[in-house]
């Protein structure tokens, strides 16, 4: 069984937080949820903190430097598939220094400020997102 470490972050500004559609085609392959709503996150690489990767995503995916204020969220699933446990962690964050927001095409097409996710009433959004939103903790 192999388990892999995903590593996501919900960056907020301004009360309002960072939201990124993904893309149909990721890569040349099709996308995982394609044209549902995400935050900025990925894979943990090897020798690297899942702090780490979330701030690395976070420059990769919105070009956004963050400061990481505290876990958020966390869930494993079994992909019997793929014989794989996945396990995300969520970090919160914030913005430290402003910069323009630049999406990755072939990951990316959009971008929105929320302040929940009402604002997207009728949009695709990513599971996990619900549960966060949910928690009063956000």
Known sequence: MTV???AHILIEKDGKYLLIKRSKIKRGRPNVYPYYWDIPGGSVGENE????A???EAMEEV???IRIDKIIHE????DSENNTVFTRLVYAGRIT???DIILVPEEHTDFVWIT????LEKELIIPYLIDIFADKSV
Do not use: G, H, M, T
Request: glycine share 0%; proline share 4%; net charge positive.
């Open 4 to 6: 892999k470490l995903i």
């Open 49 to 52: 903190l899942p702090r780490e």
């Open 54 to 56: 979330a701030l690395r």
């Open 63 to 65: 070009n956004q430097k």
């Open 75 to 78: 869930d494993s699933q079994f």
């Open 97 to 99: 220094e402003q910069r």
């Open 116 to 119: 929940s996710l009402k604002d």
